[in-house]
């Protein structure tokens, strides 16, 4: 599943829970719906606010907990650490100062732009929100794209990761249509498949804007691509025989 669509769907369920009526209305399948969605959408926001807290800045804090809809309690046992963490967070979320234990805090309620704009999600993050997502609601791999059921029925899972993984990047780099690059995967073209991520290759290659460790990684991450694709190869001819 990609990012944006992870992004997506947190929104979606985000502004379904604000909207939600009052336990007394609902029946117990549909109180129990909701607090599955709760469940989902607060792992999904802790890992959205935790990636962007953590890969951009340094906070020290003595104790963090979700106690609302996005909401999260800072504890600080000093002056210095709590003003530093202010500082940087009031610039991304609504934060309230509070006063607790004679320790200083403050509440903070992220800012619902910041995921359109920095959704990250490790790849342990990414399968648990997936698992969740099938396991509730029944929404398979990904959303949105009506290629997706033929790459999976073709492919599998390789197919669709690669296929989601490289898509906007032939798109933008690619020699030819995008089109061609679809029906690759559709069709379960491997030879294609392959020849189009050395397109991508080349681009980077070619590309000297882009920084040399990151032009590299790139590189290497798309050459053992092609192996697993080689591999899934080897095995449907084992299976052939």
């Known amino acids: 599943m990609s990012e944006k669509n992870?992004?997506?769907?947190f929104n979606l369920i985000n502004n379904e829970l604000q909207e939600a009526p009052n336990e007394e209305q609902l029946s117990d399948k549909e109180n129990e719906m909701y607090a599955n969605m709760q469940n989902l959408n607060e792992s999904m926001a802790d890992y959205f606010?935790?990636?962007i807290i953590e890969g951009e800045n340094e906070i020290n804090y003595k104790e963090k907990r979700l106690i609302g809809l996005n909401k999260y309690l800072y504890v600080f046992d000093n002056k210095k650490d709590f003003e530093n963490a202010y500082n940087i967070l009031k610039k991304?979320?609504?934060?309230?100062?509070?006063f607790i234990d004679n320790e200083y805090g403050f509440e903070f309620k992220e800012n619902i732009k910041i995921l359109d704009?920095?959704?990250?999600?490790?790849?342990?993050?990414?399968?648990s929100i997936k698992s969740k997502l099938s396991h509730f609601y029944g929404i398979e791999t990904t959303?949105?794209?009506e290629n997706i059921c033929q790459i999976q029925n073709e492919m599998g899972d390789l197919g669709v990761e690669l296929y989601e993984k490289y898509y906007d990047d032939y798109k933008e780099n690619g020699m030819y249509e995008i089109y061609d690059f679809i029906d690759a995967f559709c069709y379960g073209n491997t030879t294609e498949i392959k020849q189009y991520l050395d397109e991508i290759i080349k681009y980077y290659e070619n590309n000297q804007s882009i920084n040399e460790n990151e032009r590299n990684n790139s590189i290497e991450e798309i050459e053992k691509d092609k192996e697993r694709i080689s591999e899934?190869?080897?095995?449907?001819?084992?299976l052939q025989l």
């Open 6 to 9: 992870l992004v997506q769907i």
């Open 92 to 98: 991304q979320g609504q934060v309230k100062e509070i």
């Open 232 to 238: 899934y190869e080897h095995q449907n001819e084992s």
């Open 49 to 51: 606010v935790n990636k």
């Open 117 to 127: 704009e920095q959704p990250s999600f490790s790849k342990e993050s990414m399968e």
């Open 143 to 145: 959303v949105g794209d």
